[in-house]
């Protein structure tokens, strides 16, 4: 019990410079982006569709724009045809890493629906990075990253048109998905971004050798602790868990 108040809970990072680089996708359509691996056992994307659905002739000039694989693309596709909303949704496929930072910076804002509880889901983290509005289910690790109201809206479940609502409430006011996307950024700035994370790290190094010598660390020594590159490549299995 002693050693389970000692625990420190230290969570994803994200690459800041990454997001602040990409170069924003461009379209003749604006749209709002989802990125997940399609399996509707886990990810309710059956529910993002039938809510942009139910947004699609209230915003005609909008897409849905859906990154990742999986065992349900197909039937994702055909629940677009069967609504006629194949020239709506665009099915990306798995994206590389480095272009899924254009596809984040292009959008209006970031959707996913999830049926078992996320943990902390990197693809929240790089949506905030973006500085993308989040609607998400209100579930396991996302309201601690996500902050409702503020940095997006979380909704209890996976009811369609309590997402259509949300959405709506943001594709209708470009000030709110604004304000909403600043504080995205400023929390993943803040909390999330690889210099805070490796210093959480850090402060738990230092607290268990209380006692030692201090821990020197500057800038240089943080920005060494960042993924690379290679460590970043995206494939179909890519899922924000």
């Not at 943001?170 to 400023?186: F, H, I, T, V, Y």
């Amino acid at each position: 019990m002693d050693a389970a108040h000692n625990a420190h809970v230290i969570g994803n990072g994200v690459d800041l410079d990454a997001a602040a680089k990409a170069v924003p996708f461009r379209r003749d359509r604006t749209y709002i982006l989802s990125v997940a691996r399609l399996n509707f056992r886990s990810k309710a994307l059956d529910a993002v569709l039938r809510a942009f659905g139910q947004l699609a002739n209230e915003f005609p000039g909008v897409d849905l724009l859906v990154g990742g694989d999986g065992p349900d693309r197909i039937a994702l596709s055909e629940m677009a045809r069967a609504a006629g909303l194949e020239s709506r949704v665009v099915m990306l496929g798995a994206v590389p890493h480095d272009e899924l930072w254009s596809y984040y910076r292009g959008a209006l804002l970031f959707v996913l629906s999830s049926r078992i509880p996320e943990g902390r889901a990197l693809v929240f983290l790089e949506a905030m990075a973006a500085g993308l509005p989040i609607v998400a289910t209100k579930s396991g690790g996302t309201p601690e990253i996500v902050a409702d109201g503020q940095s997006g809206v979380l909704i209890e479940g996976n009811d369609p048109e309590m997402f259509a609502a949300a959405m709506r409430s943001l594709l209708s006011d470009a000030a709110l998905r604004r304000q909403m996307g600043a504080r995205a950024r400023e929390l993943a700035e803040r909390e999330h971004g690889w210099d805070a994370v490796a210093r959480r790290y850090l402060d738990v190094y230092a607290s268990c050798c209380a006692g030692g010598p201090r821990l020197q660390v500057d800038a240089v020594s943080l920005s060494s602790l960042k993924p690379t590159g290679a460590d970043r490549a995206v494939d179909a299995k890519r899922s924000g868990a």
